[in-house]
């Protein structure tokens, strides 16, 4: 099993920018959720799907940030324009739910700096 | 609402000394407890998860966990350290058995394995 794919795995680019975050989650989980990582918020949930639907994006910081699952196997996290408090580790995880829990399986990350 | 608190940001021991890693929870409904690991530059993985079976939990690594409803405590624990265990650890809190798959982290605590 290949495990939760994200790329890039950094990206550098201009505030004002467009940036797109992608996920591959784990084939058979049926959901999956996007977390982000600063060292003054720690970890924070952006948004979660379950069976390619957004379940809850509560977290979501603002409009500049948005997410779509349009199939099983592929997420997108998009920041557009991007700023430099956007700066931050961006993790993809993915899970079998339902009929008990299991546990989030994590991708690597994707370290975004904004200038 | 659930929360995990995690007591101590940063622990020091040194090889071979007991690892004690605390945390304490808050949940309305009885909760699914998990401990991750980070380690530098990559995605948190799975350490241990208590699921209201066993209240002694035991994962890899060598690390174990003991579920206590009364102290609403899950603290994570090894009985000699390893260079190799110097990472950040992650508590995360969950409903048992609701259809909310999200994950509450507490902020982590940084342990550092001295020579």
């Known amino acids: 099993d290949a495990g939760v794919i994200q790329s890039p795995r950094h990206e550098v680019t201009e505030m004002g920018q467009e940036v797109t975050l992608r996920c591959k989650p784990i084939?058979?989980?049926?959901?999956l959720f996007w977390y982000r990582q600063t060292m003054m918020r720690g970890l924070e949930l952006l948004i979660y799907?379950?069976?390619?639907?957004?379940?809850?994006d509560s977290g979501m910081p603002e409009d500049r940030f948005s997410a779509k699952m349009p199939n099983a196997s592929f997420s997108t996290l998009k920041i557009q324009p991007s700023e430099p408090r956007d700066s931050a580790v961006y993790f993809c995880?993915?899970?079998?739910?339902?009929?008990?829990?299991?546990?989030?399986?994590f991708g690597p990350g994707t370290r975004l700096t904004v200038l | 609402a659930q929360s995990v608190t995690q007591l101590g940001s940063h622990v020091s021991v040194s090889e071979g000394a007991l690892v004690l890693l605390r945390c304490n929870y808050s949940?309305?409904?009885?909760?699914?407890l998990f401990w991750y690991v980070q380690y530098p530059n990559q995605g948190l993985q799975l350490l241990l998860k208590?699921?209201?079976?066993?209240?002694l939990v035991k994962g890899i690594n060598g690390f174990e966990a003991e579920f206590k409803k009364s102290e609403t405590s899950f603290h994570l624990t090894k009985p000699s350290a390893h260079m190799s265990d110097a990472a950040e650890y992650f508590c995360?809190?969950?409903?048992?058995?609701?259809?909310?798959?999200?994950?509450?982290f507490g902020k982590g605590t940084l342990l550092t394995v001295n020579p």
């Open positions: 995880a993915s899970t079998l739910a339902g009929g008990g829990y299991n546990e989030q399986f």
């Open positions: 084939s058979g989980h049926n959901s």
């Open positions: 799907f379950n069976n390619n639907v957004p379940i809850d």
């Open positions: 949940s309305s409904v009885p909760p699914y």
């Open positions: 208590y699921t209201s079976a066993a209240t």
């Open positions: 995360a809190v969950s409903d048992l058995g609701g259809s909310n798959y999200k994950l509450t």
